[in-house]
T-cell receptor, first 114, second 115 residues
Framework: AQSVTQLDSHVSVSEGTPVLLRCNYSSSYSPSLFWYVQHPNKGLQLLLKYTSAATLVKGINGFEAEFKKSETSFHLTKPSAHMSDAAEYFCVVSLNQAGTALIFGKGTTLSVSS | GAVVSQHPSRVICKSGTSVKIECRSLDFQATTMFWYRQFPKQSLMLMATSNEGSKATYEQGVEKDKFLINHASLTLSTLTVTSAHPEDSSFYIC???????????FGPGTRLTVL
């Protein structure tokens, strides 16, 4: 069965320092994986997605994630945090190749202090 | 990128009344639309999947008679919460997908408060 686990419910960083949001997945086949960001009372915005092409995926706003099959991980990183990065981040795995069934992680709240 | 809108963005209603939420794909045709529910500080839970012109498929535990979904056109799906109760208060988010992409495009959400 497919599942996704976000290892940290809350991450706090200082502005200008690196960001690491951890995600592990479980899938019986090569999955499609996504990271979404949600600002307060807003919908979800796609940061990046992995669909079996390059294992290092670059997304918007300086974020990137690396698909590591041996570790079943898809951690999200950013070299330098900005105040505007403070939000809720969801790691998502697709249950099927068509992307019609998504399983969401429980989310990681990222706080950025000045 | 593809844009999905929701209306209203926020609604407050009295217990026992019905509320309709609209989800529109603005610049593409959505063969499939999805409705999610999000409780405070929690993740999104899929409620139902709807394909244009056919009945919605509801997830286990979601009452189809309470949460009526209509997907009458390729750009519009509606979710009607019937006989709303305070426990129905939540953030409802829709998403839409075309047949050629395996990505869902999400709307901005609707905050429902039932008094």
């Amino acid at each position: 069965a497919q599942s996704v686990t976000q290892l940290d419910s809350h991450v706090s960083v200082s502005e200008g320092t690196p960001v690491l949001l951890r995600c592990n997945y479980s899938s019986s086949y090569s999955p499609s994986l996504f990271w979404y960001v949600q600002h307060p009372n807003k919908g979800l915005q796609l940061l990046l997605k992995y669909t079996s092409a390059a294992t290092l995926v670059k997304g918007i706003n300086g974020f990137e994630a690396e698909f590591k099959k041996s570790e079943t991980s898809f951690h999200l990183t950013k070299p330098s945090a900005h105040m505007s990065d403070a939000a809720e981040y969801f790691c998502v795995v697709s249950l099927n190749q068509a992307g019609t069934a998504l399983i969401f992680g429980k989310g990681t709240t990222l706080s950025v202090s000045s | 990128g593809a844009v999905v809108s929701q209306h209203p963005s926020r609604v407050i209603c009295k217990s026992g009344t019905s509320v309709k939420i609209e989800c529109r794909s603005l610049d593409f045709q959505a063969t499939t639309m999805f409705w999610y529910r999000q409780f405070p500080k929690q993740s999104l839970m899929l409620m139902a999947t709807s394909n244009e012109g056919s009945k919605a498929t509801y997830e286990q535990g979601v009452e189809k008679d309470k949460f009526l979904i209509n997907h009458a056109s390729l750009t519009l799906s509606t979710l009607t919460v019937t006989s709303a109760h305070p426990e129905d208060s939540s953030f409802y988010i829709c998403s839409a997908r075309t047949g050629s992409h395996n990505e869902q495009f999400f709307g901005p959400g609707t905050r429902l408060t039932v008094l």
